[in-house]
């Protein structure tokens, strides 16, 4: 399922409705993303997410669909924050059920580190010397690299 | 057409959303940006540097050389910095 909002959302209500009622859920592997209060060069005191409407659930779905089709989950979920956030708010929630540790553990990470090459968000940091548009890392383009190669789903543990 | 524009291709080009009617020959996305070039200095700044922009046609992520015809929705944004 993926959730794009503006509201602030409670992990702790959305990890317990997410299998509820699915028992064969072995185990769940949830990301929780905040907002750090440090940039390259100058204090941040907030940020602002944008986001391309349409696009972004296109796009967040597609990856969840290739999650799917690699590991064998139960269930998928994806909330992703838009609008002005505050340091040390929640921005995003990625979390995955499967029978085994191993594909919930796998496939959340794939999750995260796809969405961060491919969701349309751009966040724009609020600093004491002005508004500043974050620039892409390739760290994170580096990341998403590791799941170029499709892994055994079957990994049974 | 509609054409968009995010983050700071938004800022550089004065909008985020124009419904625009480029002539015929403007059949691919880097014939849509050499056309948007010419149209203000805004969006001649905007696009200078093509290695820094990602395109998507009807939210789709594509290639500079791939197609844009009447009706299709058209964005240029910088690589992504979500999550």
Same mark, same amino acid.
């Given at each position: 399922? #993926?959730?794009?909002?503006?509201?602030?959302? !409670? &992990? $702790? *209500?959305? /990890?317990?409705?997410?299998?509820?009622?699915?028992?064969?859920?072995?185990?769940?592997?949830?990301?929780?993303?905040?907002?750090?209060?440090?940039?390259?060069?100058?204090?941040?005191?907030?940020?602002?997410?944008?986001?391309?409407?349409?696009?972004?659930?296109?796009?967040?779905?597609?990856?969840?669909?290739?999650?799917?089709?690699?590991?064998?989950?139960?269930?998928?979920? #994806?909330?992703?924050?838009?609008?002005?956030? !505050? &340091? $040390? *708010?929640? /921005?995003?929630?990625?979390?995955?059920?499967?029978?085994?540790?191993?594909?919930?553990?796998?496939?959340?990470?794939?999750?995260?580190?796809?969405?961060?090459?491919?969701?349309?968000?751009?966040?724009?940091?609020?600093?004491?010397?002005?508004?500043?548009?974050?620039?892409?890392?390739?760290?994170?383009?580096?990341?998403?690299?590791?799941?170029?190669?499709?892994?055994?789903?079957?990994?049974?543990? | 057409?509609?054409?968009?524009?995010?983050?700071?291709?938004?800022?550089?080009?004065?909008?985020?959303?124009?419904?625009?009617?480029?002539?015929?020959?403007?059949?691919?996305?880097?014939?849509?940006?050499?056309?948007?070039?010419?149209?203000?200095?805004?969006?001649?700044?905007?696009?200078?540097?093509?290695?820094?922009?990602?395109?998507?046609?009807?939210?789709?992520?594509?290639?500079?050389?791939?197609?844009?015809?009447?009706?299709?929705?058209?964005?240029?944004?910088?690589?992504?910095?979500?999550?």
């Amino acid at each position: 399922m #993926i959730r794009v909002q503006a509201e602030d959302f !409670d &992990p $702790g *209500a959305e /990890i317990d409705r997410f299998t509820q009622g699915n028992t064969k859920v072995g185990g769940i592997c949830m990301f929780l993303g905040l907002v750090r209060d440090f940039a390259d060069n100058a204090d941040v005191h907030g940020m602002t997410l944008e986001h391309y409407p349409g696009m972004t659930e296109k796009q967040l779905e597609a990856i969840e669909v290739e999650a799917r089709r690699r590991w064998p989950l139960e269930d998928a979920l #994806i909330i992703h924050r838009y609008g002005r956030l !505050d &340091p $040390g *708010a929640r /921005i995003v929630l990625v979390a995955t059920a499967s029978a085994h540790r191993e594909a919930a553990f796998q496939s959340c990470h794939f999750l995260i580190d796809w969405l961060k090459t491919r969701a349309p968000f751009w966040k724009i940091e609020h600093t004491m010397d002005g508004d500043q548009w974050v620039a892409a890392k390739d760290s994170d383009d580096t990341a998403a690299t590791r799941w170029d190669e499709v892994p055994n789903g079957d990994s049974g543990c | 057409m509609k054409v968009l524009y995010f983050a700071w291709l938004r800022t550089k080009a004065g909008t985020g959303e124009e419904d625009l009617a480029p002539p015929a020959e403007v059949n691919t996305v880097a014939a849509l940006v050499g056309w948007l070039k010419g149209r203000s200095a805004g969006l001649a700044d905007a696009f200078a540097d093509m290695a820094l922009i990602r395109v998507a046609v009807n939210q789709d992520y594509v290639g500079l050389d791939h197609p844009v015809k009447t009706g299709d929705e058209v964005a240029f944004f910088p690589p992504v910095t979500g999550g």
